[in-house]
């Protein structure tokens, strides 16, 4: 604004110098011109747009002419002193901050939403003195206030137990189970059984058959029950469905080992979503893209696709790494020569690793 003003004070003195070489009569007739333009333009135009730099020259022009000739100008008098006034108030006035309490910086009130995010137990006070202890301090009203326009509810809503929660907090001593099933090229059904643990996406195959009985599953959940309670820390819950071929003799395996049974609702496939995530891989990454000729072809599929599974192909929840294997430490420098490729089930899989 500044250098735009003093453009023009320029311009206008440059124009006055002009005007003062010229004659008389040049002069009287350009200001005829000029008001004639002025009178046509005012017919155009029903209210004229100023810049400030237009109105603070006007304003400083004004205070030259007399008071007879203000009329000549194409705004009122009036409209001229409240610019003068308007200049002087933004010349004198400074900046003052408004009233009530200072804003909350954006970084703290992001700390505030995250603390109770993580904790859905913690009401408004807890997050005021987790804070405290942390050296930050902040009143407990500017705490609920973030919350809320952040659209965290309140402790008792949000500490309600979902099923997802439970998964995820008792992650440590859960398996699941479910069938999956897969046809053949001529056309023939065959039944899998597969376990899968929660928190390390470990991934069993108990056994494959043609005919699922209750006897057969029975028999499958005795082959596998030592590989989950052999451990430090044993299984405390299995999850399944509702399918009658899970029998009470297959029930009372897992019970006469400490194991309780989570039965999951009817048509309720999110209950069990870690199950249904891996057979979306299996079918996705291998079953859709080849075929299986029989039960021995389909038992050597499932061995070697699940040790993929388990100690190559990363996963999100562990942080990118395969279930039983940790994630090299490297240099940070890749010769690309050193990558090498394996290939799995006839080249429909690929692993890559660095070679020695």
């Given at each position: 604004?500044?250098?735009s003003?003093c453009?023009?004070?320029?311009?206008?003195?440059?124009?006055?110098?002009?005007l003062?070489?010229?004659?008389?009569?040049?002069?009287?007739?350009?200001?005829?011109?000029?008001?004639?333009?002025?009178?046509?333009?005012?017919?155009?135009?029903?209210?004229?747009?100023?810049?400030?730099?237009?109105?603070?020259?006007?304003?400083?022009?004004?205070?030259?002419?007399p008071?007879?000739?203000?009329?000549?100008?194409?705004?009122?008098?009036?409209?001229v002193?409240?610019?003068?006034?308007?200049?002087?108030?933004?010349?004198?006035t400074?900046?003052?901050?408004g009233?009530?309490?200072?804003?909350?910086?954006?970084?703290?009130?992001e700390l505030?939403?995250?603390?109770?995010?993580?904790?859905?137990?913690?009401?408004?006070?807890?997050?005021?003195?987790?804070?405290?202890?942390?050296?930050?301090?902040?009143?407990a009203?500017?705490?609920?206030?973030?919350?809320?326009?952040?659209?965290?509810?309140?402790?008792?809503?949000?500490?309600s137990?979902?099923w997802?929660?439970?998964?995820?907090?008792?992650?440590?001593?859960?398996?699941?189970?479910?069938?999956v099933?897969?046809?053949?090229?001529?056309?023939?059904?065959?039944?899998?059984l597969?376990?899968?643990?929660?928190?390390?996406?470990?991934?069993?195959?108990?056994?494959?058959?043609?005919?699922?009985?209750?006897?057969?599953?029975?028999?499958?959940?005795?082959?596998?029950?030592?590989?989950?309670?052999?451990?430090?820390?044993?299984?405390?819950?299995?999850?399944r469905?509702?399918?009658?071929?899970?029998?009470?003799?297959?029930?009372?395996?897992?019970?006469?080992?400490?194991?309780?049974?989570l039965?999951?609702?009817?048509?309720?496939?999110?209950?069990?979503?870690?199950?249904?995530?891996?057979?979306?891989?299996?079918?996705?990454?291998?079953l859709?893209?080849?075929l299986?000729?029989?039960?021995?072809?389909l038992?050597?599929?499932?061995?070697?696709?699940?040790?993929?599974y388990?100690?190559?192909?990363?996963?999100?929840?562990?942080?990118q790494?395969?279930?039983?294997?940790?994630?090299?430490h490297?240099?940070?420098?890749?010769?690309?020569?050193?990558?090498?490729?394996?290939?799995?089930?006839?080249?429909?899989?690929?692993?890559?690793?660095?070679?020695?």
């Amino acid at each position: 604004m500044v250098m735009s003003l003093c453009y023009w004070m320029l311009r206008r003195l440059l124009e006055l110098i002009v005007l003062r070489g010229r004659r008389e009569v040049a002069n009287e007739i350009e200001l005829l011109v000029l008001r004639h333009e002025v009178a046509v333009l005012r017919r155009q135009v029903s209210r004229p747009r100023f810049r400030p730099a237009d109105r603070a020259l006007l304003a400083a022009l004004a205070r030259l002419l007399p008071r007879e000739r203000w009329a000549s100008l194409i705004v009122c008098p009036a409209t001229v002193r409240r610019w003068h006034r308007d200049a002087l108030a933004r010349r004198w006035t400074y900046a003052q901050r408004g009233p009530g309490r200072p804003p909350v910086e954006a970084r703290m009130a992001e700390l505030i939403v995250r603390l109770a995010r993580e904790n859905p137990t913690w009401g408004y006070r807890r997050v005021q003195g987790e804070l405290a202890r942390l050296g930050i301090r902040v009143a407990a009203s500017t705490v609920w206030q973030v919350l809320r326009r952040a659209g965290v509810r309140p402790s008792p809503r949000r500490a309600s137990e979902t099923w997802r929660a439970f998964l995820r907090a008792q992650a440590t001593g859960i398996i699941a189970c479910d069938f999956v099933t897969v046809d053949t090229v001529f056309f023939r059904r065959l039944y899998v059984l597969v376990f899968i643990e929660l928190q390390t996406r470990i991934v069993h195959v108990a056994g494959v058959t043609a005919h699922p009985t209750g006897a057969w599953v029975t028999q499958q959940a005795r082959n596998v029950i030592s590989v989950f309670t052999d451990r430090a820390a044993p299984v405390r819950f299995l999850i399944r469905d509702r399918d009658s071929k899970f029998s009470a003799a297959f029930d009372e395996v897992f019970r006469s080992e400490g194991v309780r049974i989570l039965r999951t609702p009817v048509r309720a496939p999110r209950a069990n979503a870690i199950m249904e995530r891996w057979f979306g891989s299996l079918r996705r990454e291998c079953l859709d893209r080849m075929l299986i000729v029989g039960q021995r072809h389909l038992e050597r599929v499932l061995q070697i696709y699940v040790e993929h599974y388990n100690t190559h192909r990363p996963h999100r929840s562990l942080e990118q790494r395969a279930p039983t294997r940790a994630v090299p430490h490297g240099s940070g420098v890749l010769d690309l020569s050193a990558v090498r490729r394996r290939d799995r089930l006839g080249g429909l899989l690929h692993e890559y690793e660095i070679a020695a």
